[in-house]
Nanobody, 126 residues
């Protein structure tokens, strides 16, 4: 049974950092691309970043470029999202998701991903 579990969320002051983790189990992790998404109250779920199965290809939404870094450790069945210089507008529930097929474009569309974790809350506030 495919399972994705996010962790690492919390409350942080503006300008601070957090590192989110996505732990995977129940499937051949090396075959799957992973995406990070977020959803703020009253807003649509948006793609934040994605990484190909080998880690050789990554993509970011413009609003986080230069601040967030996605990485993966296939030996540990885990994907990470390092978030620096956090802003109040980064406040949201963050989800990781898995897909076998990562398009060359549109890799940040939620419709690409059939498998989802339960999310972890990130709150950026002073």
């Amino acid at each position: 049974q495919l399972q994705l579990v996010e962790s690492g969320g919390g409350l942080v002051q503006p300008g601070g950092s957090l590192r989110l983790s996505c732990a995977a189990s129940g499937f051949t992790f090396d075959y799957y691309a992973i995406g990070w998404f977020r959803q703020a109250p009253g807003k649509e779920r948006e793609g934040v970043s994605c990484i190909s199965s080998t880690g050789g290809r990554t993509n970011y939404v413009d609003s986080v470029k230069g601040r967030f870094t996605i990485s993966r450790d296939n030996a540990m069945n885990a994907v990470y999202l390092q978030m620096n210089s956090l802003k109040p507008e980064d406040t949201a529930v963050y989800y990781c998701a898995a897909t076998l097929i990562l398009p060359n474009t549109d890799g940040l569309r939620k419709e690409v991903y059939p498998y989802w974790g339960q999310g972890t809350q990130v709150t950026v506030s002073s």
